[in-house]
């Protein structure tokens, strides 16, 4: 059986680390169903999740910067996400194609 090839793959980081640990969590208290509100989210809009598709990671070592998820293709790192913005990058960048700006990490945080 063939499958399709994916149009979108969003990497969800799931990292949730103890208290005392010296790097934060992308999973914190408080937003530790974001994973699953962005299955919901994706279910309810239509996404389709053969072309579109979500995978919960390790760390993507932005850890000051968390919760965060990267969308490939181009490599486009959101930050410090929430419900309200998890649903605006659905609605442009998956369904519409036009990344949220205002939304990914700072240029000069990559190498």
């Known amino acids: 059986m063939q499958m399709p090839k994916p149009k979108n793959v969003i990497y969800m980081c799931q990292v ?12 914190r208290e408080g937003k530790e169903d974001l994973f699953q509100f962005t299955q919901q989210k994706m279910m309810e809009m239509g ?12 760390c993507l070592n932005r850890c000051n910067f968390g919760p965060v998820m990267m969308v490939e293709p181009g490599q486009y790192m959101y930050v410090d996400l929430d419900k309200e913005k998890i649903e605006k990058i659905l609605k442009e960048h998956i369904i519409g194609g036009n990344p949220v700006k205002e939304y990914l990490i700072p240029e000069e945080f990559w190498a």
Do not use: A, E, L, Q
């Open 47 to 58: 996404i389709d999740p053969m072309v579109n598709w979500i995978v919960p990671t390790g």
């Open 16 to 27: 949730k680390r103890p208290p005392s640990f010296p790097k934060p969590s992308c999973v």
